[in-house]
């Protein structure tokens, strides 16, 4: 049975930071991809990060424009556990965040796009107060 299960959100003032975690279970971790969304209500789903395995203990991360330079993708093939270190969060940051994974690896082109992923976890409430 593939689980997705997010954790770490919470409450946080402007300017402080929250890391997040996905611990995977019933699927391949290393050979999958792996991304972040998240979602407010009455908004589209957003993407917000993309992680690879690259080999070794090599990943490479992709960004929204929104969160780059400010939030670092990570993995940990030992745990299967995907993380997202969110530094200097603003309001704007307020959002459930969703874990996403792909058993394989997913084209340049629709990494960014929900649909292409095939499990999600039940997403971790992050709100920035200002």
């Known amino acids: 049975q593939v689980q997705l299960v997010e954790s770490g959100g919470g409450l946080v003032q402007a300017g402080g930071s929250l890391r997040l975690s996905c611990a995977a279970s019933?699927?391949?971790?290393?050979?999958?991809?792996m991304g972040w969304f998240r979602q407010t209500p009455g908004k589209e789903r957003e993407f917000v990060a993309f992680?690879?395995?690259?080999?070794?203990?090599?990943?490479?991360?992709d960004y929204a424009d929104s969160v780059r330079g400010r939030f670092t993708a990570s993995r940990d093939a030992a745990k299967s556990t995907i993380y997202l270190q969110m530094n200097r969060l603003n309001t704007e940051d307020t959002a459930v965040y969703y874990c996403?994974?792909?058993?394989?690896?997913?084209?340049?082109?629709?990494?960014?796009?929900?649909?292409?992923?095939?499990?999600w976890g039940q997403g971790t409430q992050v709100t920035v107060s200002s």
């Open positions: 019933g699927f391949t971790f290393s050979g999958s991809d």
């Open positions: 996403a994974a792909h058993p394989g690896q997913l084209g340049v082109t629709v990494r960014r796009l929900g649909y292409a992923y095939d499990y």
């Open positions: 992680i690879t395995w690259a080999g070794g203990r090599t990943y490479y991360a």
